[in-house]
């Protein structure tokens, strides 16, 4: 797998130093004992406990100490483990869909396959209407790109051999040589973007959200005529992809 670390990558990483601090702490750790075990400069670190307050990662206590909050009690516990995971990354992508103004979607690649595992839309932020199997349209979605750009290249070409390139709309890559020239080509910190390639009538992009093996995204889909809020709604994005990436490294 050729995963290079993006922002959101390495937030999560600091965010989980704190927490290993914090649950080596259960009578509280302030944030200067924090700073000073994980190295983390302070400026830094209040920001990272600002977000790990939100999600219910960590609670403040008295002496402005900081202890695990429920969040993190709930998704370490062995029982109903999965169904715990589901329904926090349920809260994040519900609180994306709202931030940026699209639909969410959280996709994985598992067993060879692009699978959408979880999404948030609604009524003013529809979903992408899956008129072909995503599963094997990976050559013409943000989605499917995004974990792609993630494999290596013997991944890659696997891949498109098992799924024929067929042509969706008009601007549809077909050409396997033109796509992992352009899949190798990706920057790991820019998004992936799908113009009309998947439907005509939608524009998506993708951020990767890889959490140890598994190789997974972050996407969100726009009306054509919203495609002007594509870039910044696609840096929102990315710039707010640390919790879900928490959530599955946890």
Same mark, same amino acid.
């Given at each position: 797998?050729?995963?290079?670390?993006?922002?959101?990558?390495?937030?999560?990483?600091?965010?989980? %130093?704190?927490?290993?601090?914090?649950?080596?702490?259960?009578?509280?750790?302030?944030?200067?004992?924090?700073?000073?075990?994980? *190295?983390?400069?302070?400026?830094? =670190?209040?920001?990272?406990?600002?977000?790990?307050?939100?999600?219910?990662?960590?609670?403040?206590?008295?002496?402005? /100490?900081?202890?695990?909050?429920?969040?993190?009690?709930?998704?370490?516990?062995?029982?109903?483990?999965?169904?715990?995971?589901?329904?926090?990354?349920?809260?994040?992508?519900?609180?994306?869909?709202?931030?940026? *103004?699209?639909?969410?979607?959280?996709?994985?690649?598992?067993?060879?396959?692009?699978?959408?595992?979880?999404? !948030?839309?609604?009524?003013?932020?529809?979903?992408?209407?899956?008129?072909?199997?995503?599963?094997?349209?990976?050559? !013409?979605?943000?989605?499917?790109?995004?974990? =792609?750009?993630?494999?290596?290249?013997? /991944?890659?070409?696997?891949?498109?051999? %098992?799924?024929?390139?067929?042509?969706?709309?008009?601007?549809?890559?077909?050409?396997?040589?033109?796509?992992?020239?352009?899949?190798?080509?990706?920057?790991?910190?820019?998004?992936?973007?799908?113009?009309?390639?998947?439907?005509?009538?939608?524009?998506? /992009?993708?951020?990767?959200?890889?959490?140890?093996?598994?190789?997974?995204?972050?996407?969100?889909? =726009?009306?054509?005529?919203? /495609?002007? %809020? =594509?870039?910044?709604?696609?840096?929102?994005?990315?710039?707010?992809?640390?919790?879900?990436?928490?959530?599955? !490294?946890?």
């Amino acid at each position: 797998m050729s995963f290079k670390p993006t922002a959101p990558y390495h937030c999560a990483q600091e965010a989980l %130093r704190v927490l290993e601090t914090v649950s080596g702490h259960p009578s509280g750790v302030t944030a200067a004992e924090l700073a000073r075990r994980t *190295g983390l400069d302070p400026g830094r =670190l209040t920001g990272l406990l600002r977000m790990l307050r939100r999600e219910g990662y960590v609670q403040e206590i008295a002496d402005s /100490a900081y202890v695990t909050g429920e969040t993190l009690r709930r998704l370490g516990s062995a029982h109903d483990r999965e169904r715990a995971l589901r329904d926090n990354l349920q809260q994040n992508l519900d609180r994306l869909r709202d931030s940026v *103004g699209a639909a969410v979607y959280l996709s994985r690649y598992v067993d060879g396959e692009v699978r959408v595992t979880q999404y !948030a839309a609604g009524p003013a932020t529809p979903a992408v209407n899956e008129w072909v199997d995503f599963r094997c349209s990976a050559h !013409a979605t943000a989605v499917g790109k995004s974990l =792609l750009t993630q494999l290596d290249a013997n /991944a890659r070409r696997d891949h498109l051999a %098992r799924h024929k390139m067929a042509r969706l709309t008009s601007r549809t890559i077909t050409s396997d040589k033109l796509l992992l020239s352009r899949l190798e080509a990706q920057p790991p910190s820019a998004p992936v973007l799908d113009l009309q390639e998947y439907a005509v009538g939608t524009v998506c /992009a993708a951020v990767p959200v890889t959490a140890g093996t598994t190789v997974g995204c972050l996407a969100l889909s =726009l009306p054509v005529r919203d /495609a002007h %809020r =594509l870039k910044r709604a696609a840096d929102a994005l990315n710039r707010n992809a640390a919790p879900v990436l928490l959530s599955l !490294a946890i």
